[in-house]
């Protein structure tokens, strides 16, 4: 039920005929579904599913797309469409009366939902296995045409849709660009937004819901895309016996939206203005609402020729001349109109620096349509689309959601057709379309100017300690558990163990190779480069920043754009990001290409060109970035639990830079200081692991050639983190603006992370509030007092030291703050009193086995968990012994340690919001 809303594809209903229910009819015989493998099935009741099967994938995903949307909204009922769709989510489907979510988490499913202008899509993913897929389709058969809704069901779901809207009534961007919408596209009802008003929303009616479910929610009215690996005959034998008998309405399927003459937008007005957190400008062309797949990629590749590289049209004439920070474009494709966004970050958000920017923006923009583009050119703009649909196809869950947004245009073939499309795409062509676009055209134009930063006021209160005694929260569904598999786990972890090679380079790289083939027939590597200890370190928190973002404008022997050519003509995708002391470094690549990948790599990490225009680049953009974030809750939440639990001093690698800190040290900063810190801090340090089906003898060889003689000046030394009590207590944090605001919480105890407590710890959590929506937490704020609609715990804990932290985060309205405290505590406190059920200790070993049970993972899970053993230089044997004692803890020592550590009167809170009532 993610509120975000698409920004590349939206929507088309397609009309389909209702010839009652039975047999299905094949069609794969036009030359994307001979080329990808597509299948799709047409069923007598008008119900079509598409299958994609890929044999090598170890995800399956279903994503489920209804042709309707808030465009199907009544007059007066705004936020119908996406209000049924959290009712989907939430009423029961089961014999036993559980909701579906309970379900999907029960079985591990990731599921999510999006509700736009003309579709609403539901989207699971989960680790390949037929039978979860046969229940899966059994339930989505039965929530299309089985479900109940209550008037109860609708008087626990608005308040959490309320919440949903207050975040996006946060985001003034968002807003703004709402109101754009019509008047780009020409087409009034994109005014009104898909989550509704609050006024229109409060007045929807029992009766609203059920007629609009029994509308549009059918089988003619609906397209059900498979992929990944599955069994296709048993999977078509189940689509058949679930949907195919599934009876359609007798009155035929809703009609797609159509713009009418008196719906087009009268409004001329061509330029708005903004005020939110990152200073901003964007125009807005309007495009035809007729696709094909030529005019797709075309619009791909304009993306590409604008802003897809370092020597793009927009970025050499605005960023490299220092007129803007960053810039960006991009089309959005509507079922009934579209537009093209192009948009630059300023260096100042001051009204002049914005009115200039747009002028010059407009004025290079325009002139795309005369200046001719090169063969080079085009050719790199085609190479990022055909890249990025190997990419999109890789991935199960992402291939699925792509398909059904360009089902929801007009048709999934689409997309394929445009890939195939951009590749044959001539220069004339693409010159003649830039010309039509932003010539012919006159854009919409959006300035944001940037907020002041938030006057914020901290309170301290005096620690109230709260009631205990509610109502308990209502327990977690009853099922049998799994069977334990120790002996798996054990054999599991042999076997992983003996597949890696380890070893170690000047002993300051500890290297894993695991020449394992991946589904994806890809070579995946994280290397995570360390540097200094925490006294050298000290004071070079941002110097470090700006030194690991200049790596990318290249090396001695390649520049930037060489450097971007030479990784996209290796298909390989690599980022490079600076944290704490270390710089993150990660890729994935096709095995054929891994030796020369890593002579590039290392090249650039040993001999950067760090070059003073790059410097430039980097300094703004890190500039912008900073500047951007003091007015957003979330931001002075954060900052307000660094200063009020770090032991560490301003400057300390250990401890997050404040805004003003890291703006004042990014002045300061020279090019010869990152030339230097880069001379003396970089060398072969760190963790690398390097996983897919590669040559591990040649590899070897080559990593020791490469990295052998490299060694930093300053040695590597992990800064100490031991524990630090917390001091209790409440504090408000008091903002200019917000629509919602940010609670954060913490409790904090001195367990590592492999004691019993913190593994007893860890199956509490899951009870307490690891799922938003299926737990103590997310019951008691999110579904029962609509105080939240993202609630949340997390149980981490150290591997290296005595260390773990509580930690519970929530979004709410400011007005329900006292609320949100109370319940908290008192969720808590039960907790404490009660301990978890027999049903929820259950619920939480077998979460658990399903994340953490190695003869189960997935490859993308297990090599995420090689990271951390590589760090510790501990093998797989270490998480089977975890597995092993976690199986082993009762319900009596998980209530016991829950007991030990568990205080609600040590709770220090951080609440961040507009509310300057007293609490």
């Avoid at 389709?137 to 069901?153: C, G, P, S, V, Y």
């Avoid at 398909?403 to 929801?408: G, I, K, P, V, Y």
């Avoid at 703006?663 to 001379?679: G, Q, T, Y």
Wanted: aromatic share 6%.
């Amino acid at each position: 039920m993610n509120p975000t809303r698409s920004t590349l594809i939206a929507c088309l209903i397609l009309t389909l005929v209702n010839v009652g229910s039975g047999h299905a009819t094949e069609n794969n015989t036009n030359s994307a579904a001979e080329k990808y493998g597509a299948i799709e099935r047409r069923f007598e009741n008008g119900f079509r599913a598409l299958l994609v099967p890929d044999t090598k994938a170890e995800k399956t995903a279903v994503t489920l797309v209804y042709f309707s949307g808030s465009l199907a909204d009544p007059e007066g009922k705004s936020g119908l469409a996406h209000l049924l769709e959290h009712l989907l989510f939430n009423a029961p489907t089961t014999p036993d009366n559980h909701s579906l979510v309970s379900e999907l988490a029960r079985r591990n499913i990731a599921y999510n939902g999006n509700t736009h202008f003309d579709r609403t899509i539901y989207h699971t993913a989960f680790s390949s296995d037929q039978p979860t897929l046969n229940w899966l389709l059994e339930q989505e058969a039965l929530r299309m045409h089985k479900l109940t809704i209550t008037e109860t069901d609708i008087a626990r779901e608005l308040p959490v849709v309320l919440r949903e809207k207050e975040l996006g009534d946060s985001n003034h961007r968002q807003k703004l660009a709402q109101q754009i919408l019509p008047v780009v596209t020409r087409f009034a009802p994109y005014v009104r937004p898909p989550i509704g008003n609050e006024a229109e929303l409060r007045g929807i009616a029992i009766e609203d819901v059920r007629a609009f479910y029994r509308t549009h929610y059918r089988p003619d009215n609906a397209l059900l895309i498979i992929t990944g690996r599955f069994d296709v005959a048993e999977t078509w034998k189940q689509l058949a016996t679930h949907f195919g008998e599934i009876k359609s309405p007798k009155v035929g399927p809703p009609l797609a939206f159509q713009a009418a003459s008196g719906q087009e937008s009268s409004d001329l007005q061509r330029s708005f203005r903004g005020e939110g957190d990152v200073a901003s400008v964007s125009l807005f062309y309007p495009l035809r609402h007729s696709f094909d797949a030529k005019h797709v990629a075309a619009m791909g590749l304009l993306s590409g020729l604008l802003a897809g590289s370092p020597a793009s049209r927009l970025h050499e004439s605005l960023v490299s001349t220092g007129q803007a920070a960053s810039v960006s474009a991009m089309p959005l494709l509507l079922r009934n109109a579209g537009a093209f966004e192009v948009t630059a970050l300023p260096l100042s958000a001051d009204n002049e620096a914005l009115e200039q920017l747009q002028h010059t923006l407009a004025q290079q923009v325009h002139s795309l349509g005369d200046t001719v583009f090169t063969e080079t050119e085009l050719e790199r703009a085609k190479n990022l689309i055909r890249n990025e649909a190997l990419h999109v196809q890789s991935q199960a869950a992402a291939f699925g959601y792509r398909l059904a947004e360009f089902a929801s245009l007009g048709n999934w073939r689409l997309w394929f057709e445009s890939i195939d499309a951009a590749q044959e795409m001539s220069l004339p062509e693409i010159q003649q379309t830039a010309k039509t676009l932003f010539q012919q055209g006159l854009p919409v134009a959006q300035l944001m100017s940037s907020r002041h930063p938030a006057s914020v006021t901290p309170r301290k209160e005096a620690l109230v300690p709260q009631a205990t005694s509610a109502e308990p929260s209502a327990s977690a569904p009853a099922h049998l558990p799994e069977t334990v598999t120790p002996a798996a786990n054990d054999a599991t972890a042999a076997a992983i163990n003996a597949q890696i090679e380890r070893f170690s380079i000047n002993e300051s790289l500890a290297v894993a190779l695991w020449p394992k083939p991946i589904t994806t027939g890809r070579v995946q590597g994280q290397w995570n480069l360390r540097m200094g200890t925490a006294n050298s370190m000290l004071g070079k928190r941002m110097l470090a920043d700006l030194t690991g973002s200049l790596l990318a404008h290249g090396s001695a022997s390649l520049d930037r754009q060489q450097l971007f050519d030479r990784l996209v003509g290796l298909d390989a995708h690599l980022s490079m990001t600076p944290m704490e002391d270390r710089l993150a470094i990660r890729f994935d690549l096709p095995a054929k290409s891994l030796l020369e990948f890593l002579d590039v790599l290392i090249d650039v990490l040993r001999h950067p060109a760090l070059p003073e225009q790059g410097f430039k680049e980097i300094g703004n953009q890190l500039r912008v970035a900073y500047q951007s974030l003091g007015a957003k809750p979330q931001v002075v939440a954060e900052q307000a639990l660094t200063a009020l639990t770090s032991p560490y001093p301003v400057g300390d690698i250990r401890r997050e830079p404040g805004t003003a800190e890291a703006l004042a040290a990014l002045e300061r900063i020279e090019l010869n200081d990152v030339k230097a810190f880069h001379a003396d801090y970089y060398g072969a340090n760190g963790e690398l692991l390097l996983s897919g089906e590669f040559d591990a003898n040649a590899t070897r060889r080559q990593l020791e050639s490469l990295l052998g003689p490299w060694r930093s000046k300053q040695t590597y030394q992990r800064p100490p983190l031991p524990y630090t009590a917390l001091a209790p207590g409440r504090h408000v944090m008091t903002v200019a603006d917000g629509a919602h605001g940010i609670y954060t919480a913490q409790l904090r105890q001195p367990l590592q992370a492999d004691e019993t407590d913190a593994l007893a710890l860890m199956l509490a959590n899951v009870a307490l509030g690891e799922d938003a929506i299926q737990s103590r937490l997310g019951r008691r704020l999110r579904q029962q007092e609509g105080i939240s609609y993202g609630v949340a715990s997390k149980m981490s804990a150290s591997a290296f030291e005595p260390r773990a932290t509580l930690t519970i985060s929530a979004t709410y309205a400011p007005a329900l703050r006292q609320q949100l405290a109370k319940a908290v505590h008192e969720e808590l406190a039960l907790l404490v009193k009660d301990g978890l059920s027999a049903a929820e200790f259950d619920s939480a070993k077998e979460n658990w086995r399903h994340r953490n049970d190695l003869s189960k993972l997935d490859h993308d899970k297990l090599f995420g968990k090689l990271n951390l053993l590589l760090r510790l230089r501990r093998d797989m044997r270490y998480y089977a012994d975890i597995n092993a004692r976690v199986e082993a803890l009762t319900l009596a020592q998980v209530n016991a340690a829950i007991a030990r550590h568990i205080n609600p009167d040590q709770l220090l809170e951080v609440f961040v919001d507009t509310n300057n009532e007293a609490p």
